[in-house]
């Protein structure tokens, strides 16, 4: 039998855009807002516990989101030398 759990993950990024991923989703297309692409190399890859595609964004810099994609942009654009994160990432029980 199958489980999914999730857990949430707080990602600090520094440095400064590129930040290394791309978003999709959101309310406007009745879906979860996710990460639908990590560039290799870059500085969402290189963290300890890196992003991963399907990460679901919660939280940009301690604002919680609505879930509008374009929100979420505005707070990543908007973010000068340091982008924070709190993803939601779910795993599949076996």
Do not use: C
């Amino acid at each position: 039998m199958e489980h999914i759990s999730s857990v949430l993950t707080f990602v600090p990024l520094e440095g400064g855009a590129p930040w290394g991923f791309t978003l999709q989703g959101g309310l406007e297309h009745r879906e979860p807002l996710i990460i639908s692409k990590v560039e290799e190399g870059g500085k969402s890859d290189s963290l300890e516990q890196p992003l991963l595609a399907g990460d679901e964004i919660i939280i940009i810099n301690d604002v919680e989101l609505t879930g509008y994609r374009q929100e979420a942009i505005a707070l990543v654009k908007g973010s000068y030398k340091t982008l924070q994160l709190t993803i939601r990432r779910y795993r599949f029980l076996y």
